[in-house]
């Protein structure tokens, strides 16, 4: 009976809100990359929330030109182009200004180097810190009345309730709903994981 509950009470949620999830300091890199960094492809670990993504099994050390983070996530599969994302609090720790931008726009973006047990991967560009998005299916776009490459506020149900402003909408077949904030962002509104977000328009 519980379980039965609890499954109406996650459902009707799901309608009203989209669950948040905090996104840590991470890279996308190539199948080349990937055999110079580890001597092999990417191998999955765990499935992410988005369809076709997954943590990997792999790890890097991300090296900047005053510090560096060692143990970083790889996510898969592999891209036809490198990507790190970072907040901007890792920004200071390496000693660089990369810009907030959406996925995949890496143009005029600074560069970082990736070392792997393997070898050394020095990128010409790459380094982003994510802005704040929100995946939707078509469906669930339509059901909260945006369209892709809107921007909508977002109200957070969380320890430190905020509202975050000019919050991405981006919209896809492929996407699952779920709204994604970086550390900084995540640690500021007292995240939790299983909290929820209420778009506004």
């Known amino acids: 009976m519980e379980s039965g509950l609890q499954a109406v009470t996650d459902a009707v949620l799901r309608r009203l809100f989209v669950e948040l999830e905090a996104s840590g300091r991470h890279a996308h890199i190539t199948r080349e990359q990937a055999m110079h960094l580890f001597g092999h492809p990417l191998t999955p670990k765990k499935p992410l929330s988005q369809p076709g993504q997954y943590l990997a099994n792999e790890r890097l050390t991300v090296l900047g ?14 891209r036809k182009e ?37 070898g050394r991967v020095d990128l010409d560009r ?14 669930a776009a339509e059901h909260f009345c945006v369209r892709d490459g809107q921007k909508v506020r977002l109200e957070t149900f969380t320890r430190r309730p905020c509202i975050f402003e000019e919050v991405i909408v981006r919209v896809s077949p492929n996407f699952s709903p779920a709204v994604h904030l970086d550390y900084d962002e995540a640690n500021a509104c007292g995240f939790a994981a299983g909290d929820f977000g209420r778009i506004l328009q």
């Open 126 to 139: 790459g380094l982003i810190v994510a802005q704040r998005h929100i995946h939707l299916s078509p469906e």
């Open 65 to 78: 030109p005053k510090g560096e983070f060692q143990n970083v996530a790889v996510l898969g599969p592999e």
């Open 82 to 118: 490198a990507q790190v994302e970072i907040s901007l609090t890792d920004g200071r720790v390496l000693g660089l200004n990369a810009p907030i931008r959406l996925s995949g726009d890496v143009e005029n973006s600074p560069g970082i180097s990736l070392l792997g047990p393997k």
